[in-house]
């Protein structure tokens, strides 16, 4: 029996070659694209208060924006979204912060590898002394807003400040009346309340604030 060669032919397309034909003004003349105008509201402080004046970095007014220093902020809103109870959960919702409270013991905050007395604690601007003598357990409702400065800033608050500073911000009298209240319930007896009001006194521009808060627990 005699084999016969197989060949196998594969089918062949052919595609034309379209060249385009670009004129000569058209490659130096740059596309123009039709303008967009993208506008929302502004977003409250506590997301993110780049336009707030951080008083714990600088003396001459700067923004936290324009302010060439590591400086959080946390603001009553966010304490109050967040359900920080204290300073001491306050401090440690803004990064690169670590603090707590051991038992019958005083708060204690550290950041970047500084802890103890090298962490300054100052109400209002003012230095509380040494952290282990004026660091206490302070209610959240009572701040308006806890300032932040990580790193060295011996030359804002003088000598020990190495790691950084911690500033409550107490809420301050306004022109106008005003009034707040918070109230919560947890397990194992826990409530918190407080109660605040402030406004003018007379019309010789003396005004008033007025905060109290009560937290207590069985657990």
Known sequence: MKRLPFFALAPCLLIPTVRAEISPDAKDSPVQLDQVDVTADKENNFSLPLDAVVNSGSRLGLT????????????????????????????????????????????????????????????????????????????????????????PDGLMFGEGAIGGAVNYISKSPQAAADGDAIASLGPWGSYRVGIGAGGPISRSGVNYRADYAHNETNG
Do not use: C, H, W
């Not at 809103?77 to 005083?106: C, K, N, P, W, Y």
């Open 64 to 151: 936290n924006r324009e302010l060439p220093a590591s400086v959080s902020i946390i603001t009553q809103e966010m304490m109050q979204l967040r359900g920080l109870r204290t300073a001491v959960e306050a401090v440690e919702a803004a990064v690169g912060m670590t603090g707590g409270t051991q038992f019958g013991s005083i708060p204690n905050y550290s950041t970047r590898g500084f802890g103890g007395n090298n962490v300054t604690i100052l109400r209002d601007g003012i230095r509380q002394n040494t952290a282990s003598q004026s660091s206490r357990t302070v209610d959240s409702f009572v701040l308006d807003r806890i300032e932040i400065l990580k790193g």
